[in-house]
């Protein structure tokens, strides 16, 4: 059975950081890409950062320089450190895992910047 779990979100102030980190288990994890995406109310839900199982990482404009992406095959998770947090930032944040045509997702975790 795969699972993707991902923890770490909350209350932060603008400004502020987070680190998500997302486990997976059930899959070869190393030869997944890895992605977060997030949705905010109302909104679709968009791709904030992505990284390759050979580790090349890609970022939506909106988060470049503010956020990195990171994989350790070791230990099957991902993480998503989150500097300069606005309030614009606020939204589910999910973890996917794709290789080819299959797709896994999370169940989510919630962000919130917010003073």
């Known amino acids: 059975q795969v699972q993707l779990v991902e923890s770490g979100g909350g209350l932060v102030q603008p400004g502020g950081s987070l680190r998500l980190s997302c486990v997976a288990s059930?899959?070869?994890?190393?030869?997944?890409?890895m992605n977060w995406y997030r949705q905010a109310p109302g909104k679709q839900r968009e791709l904030v950062a992505a990284?390759?199982?050979?580790?090349?990482?890609n970022y939506a404009d909106f988060v470049k320089g503010r956020f990195t992406i990171s994989r350790d095959n070791t230990k099957n998770t991902i993480s998503l450190q989150m500097n300069s947090l606005k309030p614009e930032d606020t939204a589910v944040y999910y973890c996917?895992?794709?290789?080819?045509?299959?797709?896994?997702w999370g169940q989510g975790t919630q962000v919130t910047v917010s003073s």
């Open positions: 059930g899959i070869i994890f190393s030869i997944y890409g």
């Open positions: 990284i390759t199982s050979g580790g090349v990482t």
């Open positions: 996917s895992a794709r290789w080819t045509v299959v797709n896994y």
